[in-house]
């Protein structure tokens, strides 16, 4: 019952946007860091963006700066990803983890196989023309 789950991934065309959404089940996120990460084929894993309990802290892989903005709203108990202009290597599977305390939030970002306290099941982007 408590568990993460991602939600709003689909197919759009480069260019294009995407919001992803974070939702706990069973538990609040109030007082945990939260991190997307994405998994494409072939590649490692690789932390997309991360964010601290309280919202203040931020980080973002260089190649989404300026086009992704992860955010938080506690009274949804949901964490999302905006993401704009959309591009065919954006194309992965994208995961949110919960984790009641990180060092860092880019220590957090750094670990995209670390065993969090909760991890979604993954929602699939696919940018193409």
């Known amino acids: 019952q408590t568990q993460l789950v991602e939600s709003g991934g689909g197919s759009v065309q480069p260019g294009g946007s995407l919001k992803l959404s974070c939702t706990a089940s069973?538990?609040?996120?109030?007082?945990?860091?939260i991190g997307w990460f994405r998994q494409v084929p072939g590649k490692e894993r690789e932390g997309v963006a991360c964010?601290?309990?309280?919202?203040?802290?931020?980080t973002y892989a260089d190649s989404v700066k300026g086009r992704f903005t992860i955010s938080r709203d506690n009274d949804k108990n949901a964490v999302y990803l905006q993401m704009s202009n959309l591009k065919p290597e954006d194309t992965g599977s994208y995961y949110c983890?919960?984790?009641?305390?990180?060092?860092?939030?880019?220590?957090?970002?750094?670990?995209?196989?670390?065993?969090?306290?909760?991890w979604g099941q993954g929602t699939q982007v696919t940018v193409s023309s």
């Open positions: 983890a919960a984790d009641w305390r990180v060092g860092t939030v880019q220590l957090m970002c750094s670990r995209p196989r670390y065993e969090y306290d909760y």
């Open positions: 069973g538990f609040t996120l109030d007082y945990y860091a």
């Open positions: 964010i601290s309990n309280s919202g203040y802290k931020t």
